[in-house]
Protein backbone atom coordinates (compact mmCIF):
# COMPACT_ATOMS: atom_id res chain seq x y z
CA UNK A 1 0.00 0.00 0.00
CA UNK A 2 3.00 2.43 0.89
CA UNK A 3 4.42 1.87 -2.57
CA UNK A 4 1.04 3.03 -4.55
CA UNK A 5 0.47 6.21 -2.15
CA UNK A 6 4.24 6.54 -3.14
CA UNK A 7 3.68 5.76 -6.94
CA UNK A 8 0.63 7.64 -7.14
CA UNK A 9 1.81 11.11 -5.80
CA UNK A 10 5.17 10.54 -8.15
CA UNK A 11 2.99 10.21 -10.98
CA UNK A 12 0.73 13.42 -9.65
CA UNK A 13 3.76 15.49 -9.36
CA UNK A 14 5.07 14.58 -12.79
CA UNK A 15 1.19 15.80 -13.77
CA UNK A 16 1.04 19.00 -11.83
CA UNK A 17 1.71 21.36 -15.22
CA UNK A 18 -0.79 19.34 -16.94
CA UNK A 19 -3.52 17.17 -14.40
CA UNK A 20 -5.59 14.57 -15.19
CA UNK A 21 -8.84 16.14 -16.21
CA UNK A 22 -11.96 14.36 -15.16
CA UNK A 23 -15.74 15.14 -16.14
CA UNK A 24 -18.44 14.70 -13.90
CA UNK A 25 -22.33 14.60 -15.05
CA UNK A 26 -24.80 15.66 -12.25
CA UNK A 27 -24.48 17.57 -9.36
CA UNK A 28 -26.22 15.58 -6.66
CA UNK A 29 -24.40 13.92 -3.47
CA UNK A 30 -22.45 11.58 -5.43
CA UNK A 31 -21.09 13.88 -8.04
CA UNK A 32 -19.98 16.11 -5.72
CA UNK A 33 -18.44 13.14 -3.78
CA UNK A 34 -16.83 12.00 -6.71
CA UNK A 35 -15.57 15.50 -7.71
CA UNK A 36 -14.41 16.02 -3.67
CA UNK A 37 -12.27 12.79 -3.58
CA UNK A 38 -10.71 13.66 -7.32
CA UNK A 39 -9.54 17.49 -6.46
CA UNK A 40 -8.28 16.41 -3.12
CA UNK A 41 -5.48 14.63 -5.09
CA UNK A 42 -4.63 17.38 -7.61
CA UNK A 43 -7.57 16.27 -10.56
CA UNK A 44 -9.06 18.94 -12.58
CA UNK A 45 -12.53 18.21 -12.26
CA UNK A 46 -15.88 19.41 -13.63
CA UNK A 47 -19.05 19.18 -12.87
CA UNK A 48 -21.80 19.93 -15.52
CA UNK A 49 -25.51 20.15 -13.89
CA UNK A 50 -28.43 20.27 -15.89
CA UNK A 51 -30.35 22.54 -13.00
CA UNK A 52 -29.75 25.68 -11.43
CA UNK A 53 -28.29 24.71 -8.28
CA UNK A 54 -26.51 21.76 -6.66
CA UNK A 55 -28.12 18.95 -4.60
CA UNK A 56 -29.49 17.27 -7.68
CA UNK A 57 -32.46 15.70 -5.79
CA UNK A 58 -31.96 17.46 -2.44
CA UNK A 59 -32.12 21.09 -4.06
CA UNK A 60 -33.74 23.98 -2.19
CA UNK A 61 -36.37 26.14 -3.29
CA UNK A 62 -38.09 29.68 -1.77
CA UNK A 63 -41.05 31.25 -2.23
CA UNK A 64 -43.39 33.91 -0.20
CA UNK A 65 -40.88 33.15 2.69
CA UNK A 66 -40.74 29.26 3.12
CA UNK A 67 -38.08 26.98 2.27
CA UNK A 68 -38.53 24.05 1.14
CA UNK A 69 -36.32 20.83 0.49
CA UNK A 70 -37.52 19.06 -2.68
CA UNK A 71 -36.37 15.79 -1.67
CA UNK A 72 -34.53 13.88 0.80
CA UNK A 73 -36.17 14.62 4.35
CA UNK A 74 -34.39 12.14 6.59
CA UNK A 75 -30.70 12.08 8.09
CA UNK A 76 -29.91 9.03 9.19
CA UNK A 77 -26.85 7.15 9.39
CA UNK A 78 -24.73 10.44 10.34
CA UNK A 79 -21.45 9.03 10.52
CA UNK A 80 -21.00 8.35 6.92
CA UNK A 81 -21.32 12.14 6.58
CA UNK A 82 -19.19 13.32 9.62
CA UNK A 83 -16.75 10.34 8.53
CA UNK A 84 -16.03 12.07 5.07
CA UNK A 85 -15.80 15.59 5.67
CA UNK A 86 -13.20 14.29 8.69
CA UNK A 87 -11.18 12.76 5.85
CA UNK A 88 -11.22 15.78 4.15
CA UNK A 89 -9.81 17.20 6.93
CA UNK A 90 -12.81 18.74 7.97
CA UNK A 91 -15.66 19.41 10.60
CA UNK A 92 -19.37 19.05 9.59
CA UNK A 93 -20.31 20.62 12.59
CA UNK A 94 -18.48 24.03 11.22
CA UNK A 95 -21.07 23.76 8.33
CA UNK A 96 -24.75 23.63 10.41
CA UNK A 97 -25.63 22.84 13.60
CA UNK A 98 -27.10 19.04 13.76
CA UNK A 99 -30.17 18.55 16.21
CA UNK A 100 -31.36 14.92 16.82
CA UNK A 101 -34.92 14.76 16.45
CA UNK A 102 -37.12 13.72 19.62
CA UNK A 103 -39.82 11.62 19.62
CA UNK A 104 -37.60 10.59 16.13
CA UNK A 105 -41.18 10.48 13.99
CA UNK A 106 -45.29 10.06 15.03
CA UNK A 107 -47.06 6.82 13.19
CA UNK A 108 -50.46 7.54 12.96
CA UNK A 109 -52.42 3.78 12.84
CA UNK A 110 -55.92 2.99 12.59
CA UNK A 111 -56.91 3.43 15.92
CA UNK A 112 -53.61 4.74 17.43
CA UNK A 113 -50.66 6.98 17.38
CA UNK A 114 -46.90 5.57 18.38
CA UNK A 115 -44.40 8.08 18.84
CA UNK A 116 -40.95 6.53 18.31
CA UNK A 117 -38.78 7.89 21.25
CA UNK A 118 -34.91 8.55 20.68
CA UNK A 119 -33.84 6.63 23.44
CA UNK A 120 -34.01 2.75 22.49
CA UNK A 121 -34.71 1.79 26.28
CA UNK A 122 -38.18 3.91 25.57
CA UNK A 123 -39.14 1.72 22.31
CA UNK A 124 -38.34 -1.27 23.89
CA UNK A 125 -41.16 -0.37 26.74
CA UNK A 126 -43.16 0.08 24.00
CA UNK A 127 -43.37 -2.84 22.22
CA UNK A 128 -43.41 -4.80 25.49
CA UNK A 129 -46.41 -2.92 26.56
CA UNK A 130 -48.31 -4.15 23.27
CA UNK A 131 -47.00 -7.47 22.96
CA UNK A 132 -45.49 -8.93 26.11
CA UNK A 133 -41.75 -10.78 25.18
CA UNK A 134 -41.80 -8.99 22.10
CA UNK A 135 -38.65 -6.65 23.73
CA UNK A 136 -36.79 -9.52 23.77
CA UNK A 137 -36.78 -10.28 20.27
CA UNK A 138 -36.20 -6.78 19.55
CA UNK A 139 -33.40 -6.90 21.26
CA UNK A 140 -31.68 -9.86 19.79
CA UNK A 141 -32.84 -8.58 16.34
CA UNK A 142 -31.39 -5.02 16.57
CA UNK A 143 -27.80 -6.56 17.80
CA UNK A 144 -28.05 -8.67 14.71
CA UNK A 145 -28.56 -5.28 13.03
CA UNK A 146 -25.89 -3.78 14.11
CA UNK A 147 -23.66 -6.46 13.10
CA UNK A 148 -25.18 -6.14 9.39
CA UNK A 149 -24.93 -2.25 9.78
CA UNK A 150 -21.32 -2.58 10.36
CA UNK A 151 -20.21 -5.49 8.20
CA UNK A 152 -22.31 -4.06 5.35
CA UNK A 153 -22.17 -0.41 5.43
CA UNK A 154 -17.90 -0.73 6.47
CA UNK A 155 -17.23 -3.72 4.04
CA UNK A 156 -20.40 -4.89 1.65
CA UNK A 157 -21.96 -1.75 -0.15
CA UNK A 158 -18.08 -0.30 -0.22
CA UNK A 159 -16.52 -2.66 -2.98
CA UNK A 160 -17.29 -1.87 -6.69
CA UNK A 161 -19.30 -4.70 -7.03
CA UNK A 162 -17.28 -5.20 -10.52
CA UNK A 163 -16.90 -9.17 -9.82
CA UNK A 164 -18.37 -12.02 -7.32
CA UNK A 165 -14.88 -12.66 -6.67
CA UNK A 166 -14.57 -9.33 -4.35
CA UNK A 167 -17.02 -10.89 -2.27
CA UNK A 168 -14.82 -14.32 -1.79
CA UNK A 169 -12.25 -13.19 0.60
CA UNK A 170 -12.54 -15.21 3.78
CA UNK A 171 -13.45 -12.16 6.05
CA UNK A 172 -16.74 -11.06 4.15
CA UNK A 173 -17.82 -14.52 3.07
CA UNK A 174 -17.81 -15.26 7.46
CA UNK A 175 -20.31 -12.39 7.46
CA UNK A 176 -22.42 -13.37 4.42
CA UNK A 177 -24.05 -15.73 6.34
CA UNK A 178 -24.67 -13.25 9.31
CA UNK A 179 -25.87 -10.88 6.66
CA UNK A 180 -29.47 -12.88 5.67
CA UNK A 181 -29.07 -11.81 1.93
CA UNK A 182 -31.41 -14.97 0.93
CA UNK A 183 -34.63 -14.20 4.14
CA UNK A 184 -36.63 -11.41 3.74
CA UNK A 185 -37.49 -9.29 6.05
CA UNK A 186 -40.91 -9.81 6.11
CA UNK A 187 -40.32 -13.19 7.12
CA UNK A 188 -37.63 -12.43 9.94
CA UNK A 189 -40.21 -9.85 11.45
CA UNK A 190 -43.77 -11.66 10.71
CA UNK A 191 -41.92 -14.89 12.89
CA UNK A 192 -41.01 -12.96 15.61
CA UNK A 193 -43.84 -10.11 16.28
CA UNK A 194 -47.60 -10.90 16.20
CA UNK A 195 -49.07 -7.08 16.20
CA UNK A 196 -49.67 -5.48 13.23
CA UNK A 197 -48.62 -2.31 14.66
CA UNK A 198 -45.36 -3.66 15.70
CA UNK A 199 -44.35 -5.06 12.63
CA UNK A 200 -45.27 -1.94 10.46
CA UNK A 201 -43.50 0.35 12.76
CA UNK A 202 -40.09 -2.82 11.94
CA UNK A 203 -41.03 -2.70 7.87
CA UNK A 204 -41.17 1.30 7.55
CA UNK A 205 -37.67 1.90 7.10
CA UNK A 206 -37.14 -0.29 4.26
CA UNK A 207 -39.61 1.26 2.14
CA UNK A 208 -36.78 3.53 1.36
CA UNK A 209 -35.03 0.78 -0.50
CA UNK A 210 -38.28 0.70 -2.80
CA UNK A 211 -39.64 -2.95 -2.59
CA UNK A 212 -42.08 -4.95 -0.55
CA UNK A 213 -40.51 -6.04 2.75
CA UNK A 214 -41.08 -9.95 1.35
CA UNK A 215 -38.70 -9.14 -1.47
CA UNK A 216 -36.05 -7.25 0.73
CA UNK A 217 -33.50 -9.13 1.78
CA UNK A 218 -33.23 -8.96 5.80
CA UNK A 219 -29.79 -7.77 5.60
CA UNK A 220 -31.76 -4.64 5.71
CA UNK A 221 -32.46 -4.77 9.06
CA UNK A 222 -29.77 -2.62 9.40
CA UNK A 223 -31.90 -0.03 8.41
CA UNK A 224 -33.65 -0.83 11.78
CA UNK A 225 -30.24 -0.29 13.83
CA UNK A 226 -29.39 3.21 11.60
CA UNK A 227 -33.69 3.98 12.94
CA UNK A 228 -33.02 3.25 16.86
CA UNK A 229 -29.43 3.39 17.65
CA UNK A 230 -27.73 5.97 15.54
CA UNK A 231 -30.95 8.40 15.26
CA UNK A 232 -33.14 10.63 13.55
CA UNK A 233 -31.18 14.02 12.88
CA UNK A 234 -32.09 17.62 11.36
CA UNK A 235 -29.78 20.02 10.34
CA UNK A 236 -30.86 23.66 11.70
CA UNK A 237 -31.77 25.51 8.29
CA UNK A 238 -32.99 22.37 5.97
CA UNK A 239 -31.60 19.15 4.46
CA UNK A 240 -30.25 21.45 2.10
CA UNK A 241 -27.41 22.67 4.42
CA UNK A 242 -25.99 19.27 4.33
CA UNK A 243 -25.66 19.74 0.01
CA UNK A 244 -24.68 23.06 0.55
CA UNK A 245 -21.91 21.42 2.91
CA UNK A 246 -20.53 19.31 -0.36
CA UNK A 247 -20.49 22.25 -2.96
CA UNK A 248 -18.85 24.48 -0.32
CA UNK A 249 -16.22 21.84 0.42
CA UNK A 250 -16.05 20.78 -3.34
CA UNK A 251 -15.18 24.87 -4.20
CA UNK A 252 -12.63 24.79 -1.98
CA UNK A 253 -10.93 22.09 -3.37
CA UNK A 254 -10.93 23.96 -6.37
CA UNK A 255 -14.05 21.91 -8.50
CA UNK A 256 -15.75 23.94 -11.14
CA UNK A 257 -19.21 24.04 -11.51
CA UNK A 258 -21.22 24.89 -14.85
CA UNK A 259 -25.04 24.91 -13.92
CA UNK A 260 -27.48 25.01 -16.52
CA UNK A 261 -25.54 23.48 -18.68
CA UNK A 262 -26.98 20.25 -19.38
CA UNK A 263 -25.42 17.04 -21.54
CA UNK A 264 -26.72 17.13 -24.98
CA UNK A 265 -24.55 14.15 -25.63
CA UNK A 266 -20.93 12.42 -25.03
CA UNK A 267 -18.70 11.79 -27.71
CA UNK A 268 -16.60 8.73 -28.11
CA UNK A 269 -13.72 7.60 -30.13
CA UNK A 270 -11.92 4.46 -30.04
CA UNK A 271 -13.90 2.97 -26.99
CA UNK A 272 -13.06 6.05 -25.03
CA UNK A 273 -14.93 9.10 -24.10
CA UNK A 274 -13.43 12.24 -25.72
CA UNK A 275 -15.44 15.16 -24.78
CA UNK A 276 -19.12 16.14 -24.33
CA UNK A 277 -21.45 18.22 -26.29
CA UNK A 278 -23.08 21.21 -24.14
CA UNK A 279 -25.24 24.09 -25.07
CA UNK A 280 -22.13 26.03 -24.89
CA UNK A 281 -20.06 23.59 -27.34
CA UNK A 282 -17.73 20.42 -26.41
CA UNK A 283 -15.60 19.89 -23.34
CA UNK A 284 -12.73 17.91 -23.39
CA UNK A 285 -11.63 15.21 -20.36
CA UNK A 286 -9.53 12.40 -19.80
CA UNK A 287 -12.27 10.45 -17.71
CA UNK A 288 -15.60 10.86 -17.34
CA UNK A 289 -18.46 10.18 -14.17
CA UNK A 290 -21.91 10.22 -15.12
CA UNK A 291 -23.81 10.59 -11.69
CA UNK A 292 -26.92 11.81 -13.50
CA UNK A 293 -29.49 9.37 -14.48
CA UNK A 294 -27.60 6.17 -15.52
CA UNK A 295 -30.67 4.94 -18.08
CA UNK A 296 -30.32 8.59 -19.80
CA UNK A 297 -26.83 8.71 -20.02
CA UNK A 298 -26.66 5.07 -21.51
CA UNK A 299 -29.35 5.03 -24.02
CA UNK A 300 -29.51 8.79 -24.94
CA UNK A 301 -26.20 10.55 -24.19
CA UNK A 302 -23.90 7.95 -25.33
CA UNK A 303 -23.59 7.21 -29.56
CA UNK A 304 -25.76 4.06 -31.12
CA UNK A 305 -23.52 0.87 -30.38
CA UNK A 306 -22.35 1.77 -27.20
CA UNK A 307 -25.18 1.40 -24.83
CA UNK A 308 -24.33 -0.94 -22.02
CA UNK A 309 -27.92 -2.43 -21.70
CA UNK A 310 -30.75 -3.29 -24.28
CA UNK A 311 -33.89 -1.92 -23.55
CA UNK A 312 -35.17 -5.10 -22.99
CA UNK A 313 -32.93 -5.29 -19.70
CA UNK A 314 -33.79 -1.98 -18.97
CA UNK A 315 -37.58 -2.99 -18.89
CA UNK A 316 -36.81 -5.86 -16.14
CA UNK A 317 -35.42 -3.73 -14.10
CA UNK A 318 -37.59 -3.27 -10.96
CA UNK A 319 -37.60 -0.06 -9.92
CA UNK A 320 -38.37 1.60 -6.58
CA UNK A 321 -41.45 3.89 -6.57
CA UNK A 322 -42.00 7.34 -7.79
CA UNK A 323 -43.76 9.59 -5.66
CA UNK A 324 -46.27 12.52 -5.74
CA UNK A 325 -45.22 15.17 -3.40
CA UNK A 326 -46.97 18.74 -2.11
CA UNK A 327 -45.12 21.26 -0.70
CA UNK A 328 -47.48 23.76 1.10
CA UNK A 329 -47.36 27.03 3.01
CA UNK A 330 -49.79 26.96 5.99
CA UNK A 331 -50.93 29.79 7.83
CA UNK A 332 -51.74 29.06 11.31
CA UNK A 333 -49.32 26.36 13.78
CA UNK A 334 -49.82 22.71 13.84
CA UNK A 335 -49.50 20.80 17.03
CA UNK A 336 -50.77 17.87 16.33
CA UNK A 337 -47.95 17.26 14.04
CA UNK A 338 -44.56 16.50 14.85
CA UNK A 339 -41.13 17.05 12.27
CA UNK A 340 -41.62 13.60 10.27
CA UNK A 341 -45.20 11.58 10.48
CA UNK A 342 -46.03 8.73 8.96
CA UNK A 343 -49.81 7.81 7.98
CA UNK A 344 -50.06 3.72 8.83
CA UNK A 345 -53.76 4.62 9.03
CA UNK A 346 -54.99 2.24 5.71
CA UNK A 347 -53.41 -1.37 4.65
CA UNK A 348 -49.77 -1.50 3.65
CA UNK A 349 -50.25 -4.43 1.35
CA UNK A 350 -52.96 -2.60 -0.46
CA UNK A 351 -50.81 0.12 -1.82
CA UNK A 352 -47.85 -2.02 -2.17
CA UNK A 353 -50.02 -3.95 -4.56
CA UNK A 354 -51.49 -1.02 -6.75
CA UNK A 355 -47.48 0.32 -6.63
CA UNK A 356 -45.41 -2.72 -7.30
CA UNK A 357 -48.08 -5.14 -8.87
CA UNK A 358 -51.08 -3.34 -10.66
CA UNK A 359 -48.43 -0.28 -11.19
CA UNK A 360 -52.04 1.65 -10.94
CA UNK A 361 -52.46 5.88 -8.75
CA UNK A 362 -53.40 3.94 -5.09
CA UNK A 363 -57.09 4.08 -3.88
CA UNK A 364 -56.35 4.02 0.00
CA UNK A 365 -52.18 5.35 0.24
CA UNK A 366 -50.00 5.30 3.08
CA UNK A 367 -48.62 8.57 2.95
CA UNK A 368 -45.44 10.58 4.98
CA UNK A 369 -45.76 14.23 5.86
CA UNK A 370 -42.87 16.78 6.97
CA UNK A 371 -43.05 19.81 9.32
CA UNK A 372 -39.63 20.79 9.29
CA UNK A 373 -40.87 24.19 11.06
CA UNK A 374 -41.94 22.09 13.48
CA UNK A 375 -38.26 22.17 14.89
CA UNK A 376 -36.88 24.86 12.77
CA UNK A 377 -38.44 28.45 12.80
CA UNK A 378 -36.16 30.03 9.78
CA UNK A 379 -37.84 27.76 7.19
CA UNK A 380 -41.50 29.96 7.44
CA UNK A 381 -42.60 32.77 8.10
CA UNK A 382 -43.60 33.26 11.59
CA UNK A 383 -47.06 32.09 12.55
CA UNK A 384 -46.86 29.41 10.26
CA UNK A 385 -45.70 25.74 8.56
CA UNK A 386 -44.20 24.79 5.70
CA UNK A 387 -45.50 21.32 4.87
CA UNK A 388 -43.93 18.31 2.77
CA UNK A 389 -46.23 15.67 1.84
CA UNK A 390 -45.36 12.62 0.00
CA UNK A 391 -47.51 9.37 -1.42
CA UNK A 392 -45.71 6.98 -3.22
CA UNK A 393 -46.23 5.96 -6.66
CA UNK A 394 -45.93 3.44 -9.09
CA UNK A 395 -43.79 4.15 -11.59
CA UNK A 396 -44.25 4.94 -15.30
CA UNK A 397 -48.00 5.12 -14.89
CA UNK A 398 -49.14 8.36 -16.76
CA UNK A 399 -48.96 11.61 -14.82
CA UNK A 400 -52.64 13.22 -14.24
CA UNK A 401 -53.43 16.71 -12.94
CA UNK A 402 -56.79 15.34 -11.96
CA UNK A 403 -55.09 12.48 -9.83
CA UNK A 404 -52.91 14.88 -8.07
CA UNK A 405 -55.95 16.51 -7.11
CA UNK A 406 -57.63 13.61 -5.97
CA UNK A 407 -55.01 12.31 -3.49
CA UNK A 408 -54.56 15.79 -1.95
CA UNK A 409 -57.88 16.25 -0.88
CA UNK A 410 -58.06 12.44 0.33
CA UNK A 411 -54.88 12.88 2.44
CA UNK A 412 -55.58 16.48 4.00
CA UNK A 413 -58.86 15.05 5.05
CA UNK A 414 -57.25 11.91 6.68
CA UNK A 415 -54.80 14.35 8.31
CA UNK A 416 -57.63 16.11 9.84
CA UNK A 417 -59.66 13.50 10.81
CA UNK A 418 -56.66 12.19 12.44
CA UNK A 419 -55.18 15.49 13.93
CA UNK A 420 -57.88 18.08 13.65
CA UNK A 421 -56.03 20.00 11.51
CA UNK A 422 -57.82 21.84 8.85
CA UNK A 423 -55.40 22.05 6.30
CA UNK A 424 -57.04 22.63 3.53
CA UNK A 425 -59.09 25.78 4.55
CA UNK A 426 -54.99 27.36 5.54
CA UNK A 427 -52.94 26.72 2.55
CA UNK A 428 -51.35 30.36 1.51
CA UNK A 429 -48.96 28.02 -0.97
CA UNK A 430 -49.01 25.12 -2.75
CA UNK A 431 -46.49 23.44 -5.54
CA UNK A 432 -47.24 19.75 -6.59
CA UNK A 433 -44.22 17.45 -7.83
CA UNK A 434 -44.74 14.08 -9.65
CA UNK A 435 -43.16 11.63 -12.25
CA UNK A 436 -43.44 14.05 -15.36
CA UNK A 437 -41.64 16.79 -13.33
CA UNK A 438 -38.63 13.87 -11.74
CA UNK A 439 -38.15 13.18 -15.82
CA UNK A 440 -38.26 16.96 -16.82
CA UNK A 441 -35.97 18.37 -14.10
CA UNK A 442 -33.65 14.77 -14.03
CA UNK A 443 -34.30 12.65 -16.95
CA UNK A 444 -35.28 9.97 -14.01
CA UNK A 445 -35.86 6.37 -16.00
CA UNK A 446 -39.48 6.19 -15.62
CA UNK A 447 -39.96 8.76 -13.19
CA UNK A 448 -38.75 7.54 -10.40
CA UNK A 449 -38.06 8.93 -6.96
CA UNK A 450 -35.71 6.65 -5.52
CA UNK A 451 -33.60 4.48 -7.78
CA UNK A 452 -33.98 0.58 -7.97
CA UNK A 453 -35.21 -1.87 -5.74
CA UNK A 454 -32.56 -3.26 -3.71
CA UNK A 455 -33.79 -6.92 -3.92
CA UNK A 456 -31.65 -9.69 -4.04
CA UNK A 457 -31.73 -9.86 -7.90
CA UNK A 458 -30.82 -6.53 -8.01
CA UNK A 459 -27.98 -6.65 -5.11
CA UNK A 460 -24.17 -5.69 -5.67
CA UNK A 461 -23.08 -7.10 -9.11
CA UNK A 462 -26.40 -7.13 -10.54
CA UNK A 463 -26.98 -3.51 -10.69
CA UNK A 464 -25.98 -1.69 -13.05
CA UNK A 465 -21.86 -1.57 -12.92
CA UNK A 466 -19.89 0.95 -11.96
CA UNK A 467 -18.14 0.70 -14.42
CA UNK A 468 -19.02 0.90 -18.35
CA UNK A 469 -18.01 -2.15 -20.15
CA UNK A 470 -17.34 -0.60 -23.43
CA UNK A 471 -16.40 2.49 -22.98
CA UNK A 472 -12.65 2.40 -20.83
CA UNK A 473 -12.87 6.11 -18.91
CA UNK A 474 -16.25 6.04 -18.09
CA UNK A 475 -17.38 5.04 -14.64
CA UNK A 476 -21.12 5.52 -12.90
CA UNK A 477 -22.30 6.74 -9.80
CA UNK A 478 -26.00 7.28 -8.19
CA UNK A 479 -29.24 5.74 -7.28
CA UNK A 480 -29.49 3.36 -10.01
CA UNK A 481 -26.10 1.64 -9.43
CA UNK A 482 -24.24 -0.24 -6.68
CA UNK A 483 -25.18 0.50 -3.58
CA UNK A 484 -28.29 1.83 -3.93
CA UNK A 485 -30.88 4.32 -3.21
CA UNK A 486 -30.61 6.84 0.26
CA UNK A 487 -27.99 9.56 0.80
CA UNK A 488 -25.48 7.40 2.50
CA UNK A 489 -25.59 4.95 -0.71
CA UNK A 490 -25.04 7.51 -3.17
CA UNK A 491 -22.14 9.12 -1.28
CA UNK A 492 -20.71 5.94 -1.20
CA UNK A 493 -21.15 5.38 -4.96
CA UNK A 494 -19.12 8.67 -5.52
CA UNK A 495 -16.16 7.53 -3.59
CA UNK A 496 -16.37 4.51 -5.54
CA UNK A 497 -16.04 5.69 -9.07
CA UNK A 498 -13.51 7.86 -7.95
CA UNK A 499 -11.25 5.54 -6.52
CA UNK A 500 -11.72 3.89 -9.79
CA UNK A 501 -10.60 6.63 -11.48
CA UNK A 502 -7.97 7.62 -9.25
CA UNK A 503 -6.32 3.68 -9.92
CA UNK A 504 -6.66 3.88 -13.43
CA UNK A 505 -4.72 7.64 -13.20
CA UNK A 506 -2.12 5.23 -11.00
CA UNK A 507 -1.45 3.17 -13.84
CA UNK A 508 -1.03 5.87 -16.37
CA UNK A 509 -3.62 4.43 -18.82
CA UNK A 510 -7.27 4.35 -19.39
Sequence with gaps: MAFKVTAFFMHKNQLQGNPPRVTVIGAGIAGMTAAIELASKGI?????????????????????????????????????????????????????????????????????????????????????????????????????????????????????????????????????????????????????????????????????????????????????????????????????????????????????????????????????????????????????????????????????????????????????????????????????????NLFFDEEFEQHAVDIYDKKVWPAKPLFYVSVTSRSDDSVAPEGHENVFILIPLATGIADDDTQREELLNMVLKRIENKTGCRLAEDIVFRRDYCLRDFVNDYHSFQGNAYGLSNTLDQTAILKPSVKHNKIRNLYFAGQLTHPGPGLPPSLISGETAANLVLKKILRGSH
Design 44 to 340: SVDVYEKNDSPGGRGRLFRQDGFNFDMGPSWYWMPEVFENFFNKHGEKLDHYFKLIRLDPSYRIFFANDIIDSPADVKGVYEIFEKIEPGSSQFLRAFLAQSKIKYEAGMNDFVRRPALSIFEFAEWRLMKNLFKLDLFKSIERLIDHNIRDERLRAWLKFPVLFLGAKPSQTPALYSLMNYADFELGTWYPEGGMWKLFDAFYQLALKRGVRFHFNEEVLSINVNDSLATSLKTKNGNNEFDYLIGAADYHHIDTVLLPEGFQQYSDIYWSKRKLAPSALIFYLGIKGRLKDLLHH
